[in-house]
């Protein structure tokens, strides 16, 4: 069975790879983008596998290259990740770069071509994406570069400009489910809820099946954003300060939160908000967003989601934490106590 097989989705980004590999126009460097576990790095792997398989119809995912590339151990492909710092920032540097660099101009042990894939190629430093930009203007001959990174805008265009740009996009809500079920055997209501939670990457939904870990950080998260609803300013200023602390977990908090916020927009804008059928993200906490949509005010609705949206810009540029969440909790509309669905 072909590897490609692997991959769920994103078909036409399959056929354009292996019409590359078909018609031998395979080009020296590919930029894959797309939200976190979307697919990116499957992607990357697998068409290496398919630039250097053995066999006639590739990527069989059997023979010895195809396997040691699929493991990430052939001697002829060099992955890099970032590193990540206290705060959880990513980061690629440039001493990184430079012995990938000179790594490459050394003549492939067995493969037809070397492959380099550097993953979320968006977290290199300035230093290393300019060090970098020279071996794509002059790359190795027999080499494929696969790059991928969440947008390609955050990329300098330079570097973008001399890759083929393969945009990966959210799945359906109804593919992830019917793959979570048939290819993983995950229950149908579990599949139901990650679904819809996954925003649409697959990836997300499967390591949230296999790691319970994910759902109940996800429930922790929202748990913080009830206290703030229902507390006081100085018990929000107290969770702000508490939140601050964590500065490495906000970004993934406000994210959850703005999933929250966006639910509770469109339900805002249902004419009928008691029976509208809507496509929530947060589908097990449908009834409480609608007791709560019905008490609040459009606007005050819609601004919390702006402002949440802000203050996950903000901390991603280095803010003040602590001063951003208390921003936040200023705008955040207040309830005396959670409703509880009947």
Not at 126 to 142: C, M, Q, S, V
Request: proline content about 4%.
């Amino acid at each position: 069975m072909s590897s490609w097989n692997q991959i769920v989705g994103h078909e036409w980004a399959v056929k354009l790879l292996q019409s590359a590999i078909e018609h031998d126009r395979i080009g020296h460097a590919y930029l894959i983008t797309g939200p976190d576990h979307i697919g990116k790095s499957t992607l990357a792997r697998i068409f290496a596998q398919a630039v250097n398989c053995q066999e006639s119809d590739v990527p069989c995912g059997v023979c010895r290259a195809c396997k040691l590339i699929g493991v990430g151990r052939h001697m002829d492909m060099r992955i890099v990740t970032p590193e990540v710092s206290g705060r959880g920032k990513l980061s690629i540097k440039i001493d990184t770069i430079r012995q990938l660099q000179q790594d490459l101009t050394l003549s492939a042990y067995e493969a037809k071509r070397k492959v380099a894939i550097i993953e979320r190629f968006d977290a290199t430093t300035i230093g290393a994406a300019n060090a970098f930009l020279k071996t794509l203007e002059e790359p190795p001959k027999n080499v494929v570069i696969i790059l991928t990174a969440n947008d390609a805008d955050t990329l300098l265009p330079t570097i973008a400009s001399r890759c083929r740009t393969i945009n990966l996009r959210p799945l359906s809500v109804s593919i992830i489910e019917q793959s979570l079920t048939t290819r993983w055997h995950v229950p149908e209501d579990q599949a139901e809820l990650l679904a819809h939670l996954s925003d649409g990457r697959l990836g997300w939904a499967v390591r949230a099946f296999e790691d319970n870990a994910v759902l109940e950080k996800r429930d922790e998260q929202l748990g913080f954003l009830y206290e703030a609803l229902e507390g006081d300013i100085v018990r929000r200023f107290a969770l702000a300060d508490k939140l601050s602390r964590k500065s490495e977990q906000l970004p993934l908090l406000l994210q959850t939160w703005l999933s929250w916020w966006r639910d509770a927009v469109y339900l805002a804008q249902q004419d009928d908000i008691n029976t509208a059928v809507v496509p929530f993200t947060n589908i097990d906490a449908s009834e409480k967003l609608r007791l709560l949509v019905a008490s609040w005010p459009k606007n005050v609705i819609l601004e919390s989601l702006t402002q949440t949206n802000q203050a996950l810009q903000h901390i991603q540029s280095n803010a003040n934490m602590r001063l951003v969440v208390e921003n936040l909790f200023l705008i955040y509309p207040k309830v005396h106590q959670l409703p509880t669905p009947t």
